[in-house]
């Protein structure tokens, strides 16, 4: 009996083991909550930055700007201002209370360059991309 609990153990070590570096080779770190490094192929080569964002609208893309406040809504609703005064900005991006929890500690990009991948929609005559994973922000280079 002691010996099947040894092998169950050693096996479940194994199993978790193999997991950890598997996903550290796939650029997965369970610690990591946004990419530091640039995402590999498929996505946009190049990011514009946030006050040409609208020659992307309409299309997948990725834009770039130092995020000077991350705002929650009273809704639960995460905004990334790129300007002072938001009304004003040329370019918006939020992250839906639903999603929220897909991401880390989002108020640690405060004053980060950051670049932000996805699809460029027009909302209330602004672009903007809505941020439904983690994996589509990364700190700028």
Same mark, same amino acid.
């Given at each position: 009996?002691?010996?099947?609990?040894?092998?169950? *153990?050693? /096996?479940? %070590? %194994? @199993?978790? $083991?193999?997991? @950890?570096?598997?996903?550290?080779?796939?650029?997965?770190?369970?610690?990591?909550?946004?990419?530091?490094?640039?995402?590999?192929?498929?996505? *946009?080569?190049?990011?514009?930055?946030? =006050?040409?964002?609208?020659? %992307?609208?309409?299309? !997948?893309? $990725? @834009?770039?700007?130092?995020?000077?406040?991350?705002?929650?809504?009273?809704?639960?609703? !995460?905004?990334?201002?790129? $300007?002072?005064?938001? =009304? +004003?900005?040329?370019?918006?991006?939020?992250?839906?209370?639903? +999603?929220?929890?897909?991401?880390? +500690? /989002?108020?640690? %990009?405060?004053?980060?360059?950051?670049?932000?991948?996805?699809? @460029? !929609?027009?909302?209330?005559?602004?672009?903007? /991309? /809505?941020?439904?994973?983690? *994996?589509?922000?990364?700190?700028?280079?």
């Amino acid at each position: 009996m002691n010996r099947k609990r040894i092998l169950v *153990a050693g /096996i479940v %070590l %194994l @199993v978790f $083991c193999m997991g @950890v570096l598997v996903g550290r080779r796939s650029g997965r770190s369970p610690s990591a909550s946004f990419n530091s490094r640039a995402p590999s192929g498929g996505d *946009a080569p190049g990011c514009v930055d946030f =006050h040409d964002a609208a020659s %992307l609208a309409g299309k !997948t893309g $990725c @834009v770039s700007g130092r995020v000077l406040k991350v705002f929650t809504s009273k809704g639960g609703n !995460t905004f990334f201002d790129f $300007c002072e005064d938001y =009304h +004003d900005c040329p370019f918006t991006s939020v992250i839906f209370s639903s +999603d929220k929890s897909k991401f880390g +500690d /989002i108020e640690s %990009l405060a004053g980060r360059q950051i670049e932000i991948r996805g699809s @460029v !929609t027009v909302y209330q005559g602004k672009p903007e /991309i /809505i941020m439904r994973d983690a *994996a589509q922000i990364r700190a700028a280079p």
